[in-house]
């Protein structure tokens, strides 16, 4: 699908589906999941080469950040998704060109979502293809703020129920479910910063290399908004370090606790069987048939059988007692 937006009446303004393109008049394509027609509709429109899907997914950076033709060809990783539950990462390409953004994207994040929004209210401010792609990586950074906020405040709900909470739990069984439960919890939370480390990464990338290729030709506000979005990047990135660590510990003691709770239930059995053992022992003694036992011809040799095997559980339980193990 071709989105096409041009710049009339003071703002920016996309146009009808069935108009048709022309170079003079537009200021940013955005192509969403694009056919071979849409492709080859586009290029011919601009003399330049729109990346494939394969070509857009591929890790190098000179995949990733290069010149063709006079345009700027440059793709970052959008983390997709986090609304719905189900993390991923989406590769979107920005061609910039002196006249024209072309974006080519095959997923539909919330940052564009967000932009036509931003657009509405701020529209006489994207009047040239910079402003326009300087105002999508504002929008996919501020979503990536927004997802970083959200993990920060489950965080603090994970530590609350595994900290905070021992008092409220019923029954261990219930404790055991809710740790499982917390455990997926926070492995999808370490997808999302897996995709939300990538994305920030490309982004490092992305923006410098930008501010420089723009050089002299950036006007004040863009060059000092594309340093601020540096400063931005570098500041998520580090506090995206600090929650991976804080996953990392959670995780751990999420794990720990479970294997405490498992330990007391073998601790439990251990003394039952220490408990069981010596009474059984005496039963096994007093269950033999051989011939020649005076206790089995004894008028009170059943009882002395059961007073010994009495005897000999409470005698461990009172030692254990003592020993503080249970």
Known sequence: MIS?????????????????????????????????????AVEAMLGLQVPTRQEM??????????????ARVMTAVVVDGVARGRPSRAQVTFVLTPDHLVTVRYA?????????????????????????????????????????????????????RLFLDDENRKKPSRAEDEMQVL???????NMTLGFLRESLLTLSR???YARQEMGPRADGGNAVKLKQLERDIRSLAVYE???????????EATLGLINLAQNRIIKVFSIAAVLFLPPTVVGTVYGMNFKHMPELEWTYGYPMA????????????MWLRRRGWF
């Open 206 to 208: 992305v923006v410098p």
């Open 306 to 317: 059961l007073a010994l095997m009495t005897v000999s559980a409470i005698l461990p339980v």
């Open 183 to 189: 455990v997926k919890r926070l492995g999808r939370k």
């Open 241 to 251: 370090a600090e929650l991976s660590s804080e996953l990392r510990y959670l995780h």
């Open 108 to 160: 539909d994040p919330l940052p564009f979502k967000n932009f036509d929004v931003k657009i509405q209210r701020s529209g006489p401010s994207f009047d040239t293809p910079e402003r326009i792609f300087i105002g999508l990586l504002d929008s996919i950074v501020e979503r990536l703020a927004d997802i970083l906020e959200l993990t920060a405040a489950e965080f603090n709900e994970v530590s609350v």
């Open 4 to 40: 096409a937006y041009s710049h009339r009446a003071g703002t920016l303004v996309r146009l009808d589906a069935g108009a048709e393109l022309s170079s003079h008049d537009l200021l940013w394509i955005d192509l969403f999941d694009p056919t071979g027609e849409e492709e080859k």
């Open 57 to 70: 997914a591929e890790i190098e950076e000179s995949s990733r950040l290069y010149e063709e033709a006079g």
